[in-house]
């Protein structure tokens, strides 16, 4: 029986009075169209023919799609068919990162205590540490290491993986973060705003440290100053090196000199660049020794410790063989035994990135015991103003270099022969913006 296959197309056609219908009918014979198996011949040309065809087909269908089907609906559906034909994941990833906002995560702790006993023989790496004041090893994981566990029935695997890009972030982060710090000026007697970081304790108030003052702007010896520069540096690099040797990490300062020779300049010029607050301590506002030793629990790491005019303090710092002859009751008062256990005694190991800076006038006038290595480590001698400290204090209020101006050189000659503190220089400077200002400074020195 011979077989067909009928396609009918009906076609309308709508005039002004009437509706005409035509039907086409055309018989193709289905043989011709499907052959049998019998008949079909799979000879490399009609492989290739039906390839072609196909391939034509889709082609022609790939251009309708582009033409009738928006971008975002095409977009759409190849999501929708890959989130159908892609078998879902049956394992869920945690990170936990060791800081949280520039922060510490209390979570990366806990889970880093909590693997130390999950540690098993399979394990290949493993970090030993042991600080001078832990009694045991503390055993952690290495980077790149595994260790398999279980929770209520499902398999668990801790990584320890570290980043070095991330590292390098974060050390940059955390530059950025110090550098945009604002530096506190905390002190007891003075009715500023309260610590609202809640970092110092007592009854400190404290306000911003508005100073000005850097090292590019201090009038002194660029040598020393680049010496103080590296000191500080050098402090700050070594947390190491004082967990090593049995120190506490702090380091004491000693500026001496004539009045107003930028001692307290230099305290605003080292807080600025290393960030630290500053603790304005009055030992004539400390009660006694206990009292002392409060006050200093109460501040905080990374700070400078300030005590100005030390030698003025002469009811307060006494000789320790005087102490002894007393008899007299000497816990009402602060002594010298008592300032010395502040700044090199067991109290003093309290903190981190401590520094100590004592002021005087007459270095003479302190007790030799404060003088040693370990309480005022460093001597820096804030002297009268010479011909280059000068060149700074031009280009500070003039704007000028001292080298180019023909009466810069004189005056440099006049104060290398006499004695003048930069805040005498200074204050002329001031008293007039022009260049004309200098040729004063000239009839002053």
């Not at 492989?47 to 089907?69: E, K, Q």
């Not at 800076?357 to 309480?375: I, Q």
């Not at 001698?381 to 009466?407: E, K, Q, W």
Request: glycine share 6%.
């Amino acid at each position: 029986m011979d077989q067909f296959l009928q396609i009918t197309i009906e076609v309308s056609l709508k005039t002004r009075h009437r509706k005409l219908r035509r039907r086409f009918c055309v018989q193709i014979d289905s043989a011709e169209m499907f052959p049998s198996s019998s008949d079909f011949s799979f000879s490399p040309s009609s492989l290739f023919s039906a390839y072609a065809s196909l391939t034509g087909f889709l082609m022609i269908f790939r251009s309708m799609l582009r033409d009738f089907v928006s971008e975002k609906l095409r977009s759409y559906f190849a999501g929708l068919f890959e989130r159908f034909f892609t078998p879902k994941s049956k394992n869920l990833t945690v990170v936990i990162n060791e800081k949280f906002k520039f922060k510490i995560n209390q979570v990366f702790d806990a889970a880093e205590i909590y693997l130390r006993n999950k540690i098993s023989p399979e394990t290949e790496r493993l970090r030993v540490a042991k600080t001078p004041k832990q009694k045991h090893f503390t055993i952690l994981m290495e980077k790149g290491e595994e260790i398999s566990d279980s929770f209520e029935g499902f398999e668990v695997k801790w990584r320890y993986v570290q980043s070095e890009n991330e590292s390098t972030a974060e050390k940059q982060s955390e530059e950025i973060k110090r550098n945009l710090r604002v530096v506190k000026l905390y002190s007891q007697k003075v009715n500023g705003r309260g610590d609202k970081d809640g970092c110092a304790g007592g009854d400190w108030g404290c306000i911003s440290l508005d100073h000005p003052s850097t090292f590019d702007t201090l009038a002194m010896d660029p040598g020393a100053k680049k010496k103080i520069i590296d000191d500080l540096e050098r402090f700050l690099k070594r947390r190491e090196f004082y967990k090593r040797v049995g120190k506490a990490w702090k380091r004491g300062y000693l500026l001496y000199g004539p009045p107003r020779t930028g001692k307290s300049s230099l305290i605003a010029a080292m807080a600025n660049y290393l960030k630290f607050d500053i603790f304005d301590i009055e030992l004539s506002s400390i009660y006694d020794n206990g009292d002392l030793k409060r006050v200093l629990l109460s501040t905080t790491s990374r700070s400078i410790l300030e005590i100005e005019d030390i030698d003025c303090s002469t009811t307060e710092v006494k000789d320790r063989e005087a102490e002894n002859q007393e008899d007299e009751k000497t816990d009402t008062k602060v002594t010298l035994s008592g300032i010395l256990n502040f700044i090199d005694g067991l109290w003093s190991n309290f903190g981190d990135e401590r520094i100590f800076v004592f002021t005087t006038n007459h270095k003479e006038r302190l007790d030799p015991a404060l003088l040693h290595p370990g309480r005022m480590d460093m001597h820096i001698h804030m002297s009268y103003c010479f011909g280059i400290a000068f060149r700074t204090l031009v280009s500070n209020y003039l704007g000028l270099d001292g080298l180019n101006h023909p009466l810069c050189e004189e005056i440099e000659r006049l104060i290398d022969s006499t004695e003048v503190t930069p805040a005498e220089l200074a204050e002329e400077l001031m008293q007039d913006d022009d260049t004309d200002v200098l040729r004063r400074v000239l009839s002053f020195c």
